[in-house]
């Protein structure tokens, strides 16, 4: 807000509090992917950076879908198996993949999808989009 910006973006998709406040808007990639998936997918598999996110992102992902199969694959270290679990995806019920992370790329988003054959959300282009939405 010092810097007279018109909007702040989180840079994670992550939950976080609703204790910051700002005179102007701040933009949460997690509130959107939540907003946006159920709209298009009821059935889905989401990858997040570590193996340590799978019970709470199955849980957080439960609430707002019918079924989440949820793996793990770290976007800074390159998403090492991300082929892998787009294989094990291609054989489940799942609608789309969602990547879970502000981390992973479009080359990470292309190498999940040809692995999976199912669409991909990429939360970085989602949000690259509405803020070109906002700011043309």
Known sequence: EKEDVSLILMLCTGTFPNTLKSKVPILYPQKVLYNIVPLIAKRIGVV??????ITETKKRWGKIVSSVDAK??????GGPNLEEIGKAFSNKDIDICVLDCIGYTQE??????????KPVILPRTIIARLLSELFE
């Open 108 to 117: 990470m988003k292309q190498r999940l999808e040809t692995a999976s054959g």
């Open 48 to 53: 997040s950076p570590s193996p340590k996110q």
């Open 72 to 77: 793990a694959s770290n976007p800074y270290e």
